[in-house]
DNA sequence: TAAGGTTACGGCGATCGTAACGATC
DNA sequence: GATCGTTACGATCGCCGTAACCTTA
């Protein structure tokens, strides 16, 4: 058993056990990989991947179990470098963000701004991506960080930190009838509602609060990204509703913005990362960078 | 970075830095060790040992920190070890056990004849230690399950399970004083006792009764070992506070025994294993095993 | 027939062992 | 002087790459 075949495994899984990617990415040629890999199952004494002829298809259940230990020496193996780099130059390195639209465009310019200031030898890579596939993200090394509102709770191997609360609030063209007069839950149902897709957003909070009444939504148009809701709104196809952070009022002066806040209960973005891993010295400080923001922003 | 590397470290710590130990151990020799030494630490790129002169005399704190991930890199490594020779053959392998004296005299024997029964083919090998010991030789992959009474609580990376419950009980010679009479904490503090030493099988819990009183036991010998107890207790030296279930009607019917269950808490006896190692299923039969002797017990 | 995987073989480099040396208790 | 660690050098064994071959969409 040796590192390189560890690595192998998890690159086989990144590339669904396509053993020429993979040997591709290990910058090995196919014969090394095939070989590496026929030489851990014979010390492992059965296979770990199920075959079609000579595909690999599949994992076995023993493959699975020892997938499980492959990544934790991965994740400690990635950690040491990490680890080593950091204390050589702990100004420099590599960051990894991974979050949803309406963070990147209306919480993260103004930390990251501030962040790459005090560290300019530091590449930010920002990947944006749906709320379930962050946890991925985390889970697989490819983000260091994440950052959104749904889906990272109740997650066992996460570190959550609680970052900003908000709320929802709708967005209508000027003279709409909803500028005036007091909103509630039975005079938004009589309105075709344009709001985030499932899983994004606080979207889960906006069935919660809808979930008890008789009445339901109806929800015209969802979408991951708020800019697409503005724009619908704008068109006239019915009222947004959208966190309340995104809305701009440069940008979106032709709008009006009402808080929900009494109606659907806030919201809370949260920073998450996973408890194994190590985050260098310029990664916590660009958790308090995002802490320090988040204060300003409530 | 290699496995044997990381071993290598692994086996420096178990060797109080001696790296010609450690080589020997890894079986190559020891100028091999050295430079693998100086690979590992020049892609760490700062040194993971202080040294004086030549001589490792200690760690570094990248060095301390970097342990932290080798260990956890063994242990994976040692558990992919284990998952496949258990899932190669589910009968044989080995169980280390750790437990204390008291436990493996007067609890284990049964349950460790029944098992060998199940499993002649799993080699069992015992160590006994003090309950502090018993932590370190499951944190240094020494022993796979412990079983005890006292320290193992609060352990964060140990799954502990609950095995039996027991009381203290005095033990004294016949005609002893002590033998007629209600027993009381008072009467007890009149009389030179004789118990275990600290830190073992549940003398924390007779510290714990005494305290809050203004007696103090006048303990005239604290022993690791419950026949060293009675031994002493037959030259009549003084009273025995002993673990119930250490008293054998037969072998001891010289000896006088009363529970002290109204006087002093219940303890429990308690088994552990590390959080993140793999038990191979005759692991886990080993601890129903030992569930099913412990309801016999109690 | 293209894509994925295995087998055979020669060459190169990493790592080992021997051995001589340096330093420290 | 015994123990512990480093450096130098030749030898070996592991692993890679090339290439031919097999098998299935």
């Known amino acids: 058993m040796n590192l390189s075949q560890i690595e192998l495994l998890r690159v086989l899984q990144e590339t669904n056990l396509n053993l020429s990617k993979a040997a591709e990415k290990m910058h090995i ?70 979050t949803t639209h309406t963070q990147a465009k209306y919480f993260l310019p103004r930390p990251i701004q501030r962040f790459r200031a005090k560290y300019p030898n530091v590449s ?17 090394g490819k983000a260091d960080i994440a950052i959104c509102t749904e889906k990272v709770d109740e997650e066992n191997d996460l570190v959550i930190e609680k970052c900003y609360e908000w709320h929802h609030a709708i967005v209508v063209p000027e003279g709409h009838p909803l500028c005036t007069g007091t909103i509630t839950l039975q005079r938004l149902a009589t309105f075709p509602i344009l709001t985030y897709s499932f899983g994004f957003t606080g979207r889960s909070t906006i069935e919660r609060t809808f979930e008890p009444t008789d009445l339901t939504l109806d929800i015209v148009l969802a ?28 940008l979106d002066s032709d709008l009006v913005m009402r808080d929900l806040g009494d109606l659907i209960p806030s919201s809370y973005t949260k920073i998450a990362y996973l408890k194994n891993s190590y985050i260098p010295l310029f990664g916590q400080h660009f958790i308090e960078e995002l802490l320090i923001a988040a204060k300003e922003f409530g």
Chains 1, 2 share one sequence.
Request: aromatic share 6%.
């Open 223 to 250: 979408a991951a990204d708020t800019d697409v809701i503005k724009t619908y709104v704008r068109l006239g196809l019915g009222v947004g509703i959208i966190a309340g952070m995104a809305y701009d009022p440069l």
């Open 29 to 98: 040629v196919q014969s090394a990989a095939s070989r590496q890999l026929q030489m851990f199952e014979a010390e492992i004494g059965s296979p770990l991947f199920e075959r079609q002829g000579k595909r690999l298809v599949g994992m076995t259940v023993i493959g699975e179990r020892i997938m499980q230990e492959v990544a934790i020496i991965n994740q400690a193996k990635n950690n040491i470098q990490v680890i080593a780099s950091d204390y050589m130059d702990s100004d420099k390195g590599t960051l990894h963000i991974a």
């Open 124 to 140: 930010i890579y920002m990947v944006q991506a749906s709320p379930e596939q962050l946890i991925t993200q985390l889970n697989t």
